[in-house]
């Protein structure tokens, strides 16, 4: 398949979408009507096209894409899970999207109700004791948690603290939100487990640490068996402990962060809650807090007093709002419908199986590709592509070739303690068919780069398009398309 | 005189300066550099603290001071041609000349010899 062109160039001049009908009132000339400085000089360069031709070229646009209503799609630390379409249809009810907020707040009680019900059960999964579900999504949220840390020590007249310890492990977001909230990130390295190693952590606390961000079950999958000891070491030291709920999945309805110690908690709507993401977003990242950091949650947050339900503005210690309106409200409907489906005894079964598939995944992938950190793992793990260097393969070209095989390739390069790392996370919404076939698929590519290298090297081949080049796109971005390039 | 840290930096000293730079191994291990953000001149550094960051197509890499000193001068190619990196670290893709302030911390890093048999041992 050649390079697909875009609508601009499958204009024809002359062609139209619509005819619209005289409206029957006499025609006025628009410099009469508007003050000639406002009026375009140049015609709008829009695309031409009937009707059919437009509607064709979207479809087949959407009939390239790969989603996970497609096909398999492990991309470590994303949680690509299948997302029910009850609800997508609950969401779309019109009791939700036909309302603003700016309604009075009698007229939207059901809608303040779902957020208040989201809030409580999000408290009861997490053990912490107030949410906002303003965040729009994991990073945001992160930022947000990190500027109620920041006004909890200052309001306590403590602005020794600018150091925010985090693994280097980590999700990147985490040392990019601190730097954003103005503290100075500090490195934590990991031990020969691939966990928290409490003497480098010992080292690095002092008064002048705010707080330690931590994964848990963490980036290579592995569980900080020595959450409580870290959690006191931290506290003991002045400092807060937040919890990056990226990796939540495989906790879920099993342990809560807050009795493992956390004091701030961000999740991620979009992952964990099945809400769609991967392009098809919005996502959403609410901030869970214990009562002492309740004061800085940012407002209004959705309180429930004397049989009714209503937005509170009422903290004066707030670090104020961090979005407009009330967050991507309809995707804390999809969450809710989620979590209502399930219920308790569900989500605990999306814990097990998504520890299930991952081990069983790990253990057979074991057979043929190393797996540095190879320990008993949680809902995810990672592989490294390091054996295959000597056939000159990268694990970038075992990632493409893997799209030849129509599966979306899995999370590579991270995270950055693994050398060619591949992480694959397959959730708990796939069945053991889905699994061997990937695992076979993978199997068969390792064969390939022994036998015949430039199979993965030249992959993909079977996709729209063909290999392409990172370096350029980075180097010298094209974000946009300007007309003048064919 | 040439020293390797086991962060993967270089260090080529004549007299009181030294030119720096990433090795050979770390540039092969990033992959293309896509963009390096130079050191300012004038800025006072200790040893082992972030002297810049290189990013390359897979991740955001801090590169450390081998040596406590001050920035001297930067090596502006790179602004317009990463890749010089990728094609001669240890040479044209020199990052930045540091006046050392302690040159006995030179005897601590380690020699072309200790350095390769360091990333035979994998890391």
């Known amino acids: 398949m050649g390079r697909v062109r875009t609508v601009f160039e499958k204009s024809v001049d002359g062609r139209r979408g619509s005819s619209v009908p005289s409206s029957g009132f006499p025609k006025r000339d628009l410099d009469e009507m508007i003050p000639k400085k406002f009026i375009r000089s140049t015609p709008l360069n829009l695309p031409k096209l009937s009707e059919p031709e437009v509607v064709r070229h979207y479809t087949n646009l959407s009939r390239m894409n790969y989603s996970i209503d497609v096909g398999f799609y492990p991309l470590g630390s994303c949680t690509m899970k299948y997302n029910p379409k009850m609800n997508e249809i609950i969401s779309r009810f019109e009791g939700f999207t036909f309302i603003h907020p700016y309604q009075p707040e009698e007229s939207v009680q059901g809608a303040l109700r779902i957020m208040y019900e989201l809030q409580e059960k999000l408290k009861k999964i997490t053990g912490m004791d107030h949410f906002t579900l303003q965040p729009s999504a994991g990073a945001h949220g992160e930022f947000t948690g990190m500027l109620i840390i920041k006004k909890y020590h200052e ?87 937040y919890y990056d709920g990226a990796n939540l999945n495989a906790i879920l309805g099993r342990i809560k962060p807050g009795d493992m110690g956390f004091d701030v908690v961000h999740l991620n709507l979009h992952k964990t809650f099945s809400t769609p993401h991967g392009m098809g977003g919005p996502g959403a990242g609410p901030v869970g807090v214990k009562e002492k950091l309740r004061d800085f949650l940012p407002v209004p947050i959705v309180d429930f007093k004397n049989g009714r339900f209503y937005l509170n503005y009422d903290l004066p210690k707030s670090i104020g709002r961090v979005r407009s309106f009330h967050g991507n409200f309809i995707v804390m409907v999809k969450a809710l419908a989620y979590v209502d489906f399930m219920g308790e005894e569900g989500l605990k079964k999306v814990a097990e199986l998504s520890v299930l598939n991952a081990n069983y995944m790990r253990k057979k992938i074991s057979e043929f590709l190393k797996i540095p950190y190879n320990d008993f793992c949680m809902h995810e793990f990672v592989a490294s592509g390091e054996e295959l260097k000597k056939y000159g393969v990268k694990t970038i070209d075992l990632a493409k070739r893997l799209m030849d095989y129509g599966f979306h390739p899995p999370t590579i390069y991270f995270p950055l303690i693994v050398h060619e790392a591949i992480m694959i996370e397959p959730t708990e919404t796939e069945t053991k068919e889905t699994l061997d076939n990937f695992i076979e698929a993978l199997k068969k590519i390792v064969e390939e780069a022994k036998s015949d290298p430039n199979l993965l090297k030249n992959a993909p081949t079977k996709t729209p398009v063909g290999r392409l080049d990172e370096v350029r796109a980075v180097r010298k971005p094209k974000l946009r398309w300007r007309g003048d390039d064919k | 005189m040439k020293r390797y840290t086991r962060t ?26 896509v963009f390096v953000e130079l050191p300012e001149i004038g800025k006072e550094l200790r040893k082992g603290e972030v002297l810049c960051t290189v990013e390359s197509v897979k991740s955001a890499s801090d590169v450390y001071a081998p040596v406590s000193g001050k920035v001297v001068e930067v090596n502006v190619d790179l602004d317009s041609q ?29 020699t072309e010899e200790e350095y390769e048999k360091f990333c035979s041992q994998g890391e």
């Not at chain 2, 001669?88 to 380690?110: Q, T």
Request: proline fraction near 4%.
């Open chain 1, 155 to 241: 309001d306590r007249g403590d602005f020794k603290r600018k150091k925010v310890l985090i693994p280097d492990s980590a999700h990147g977001t985490n040392p990019a939100s601190s730097a954003m909230c103005g503290f100075e990130v500090v490195e934590l390295k990991s031990g020969k487990d691939g966990r928290v190693d409490l003497a480098e952590l010992k080292s690095k606390l002092n008064d002048e640490v705010a707080a330690l961000m931590l994964t848990n079950p963490n980036t290579l999958g592995l569980y900080e068996k020595e959450i409580e000891k870290i959690a006191d070491l931290v506290h003991d030291a002045g400092a807060l402990l």
């Open chain 2, 8 to 33: 993967h930096e270089w260090i080529e000293v004549d007299g009181k300066v030294g030119r720096v730079g990433i090795t050979n191994y770390a540039q092969d291990q990033l992959g293309d550099i």
């Open chain 2, 82 to 110: 990463p890749e010089k990196i990728n094609k001669d670290a240890e040479g044209e893709g020199w990052i930045a000349k540091m006046e050392l302030s302690n040159p006995s911390e030179l005897d601590e890093l380690m």
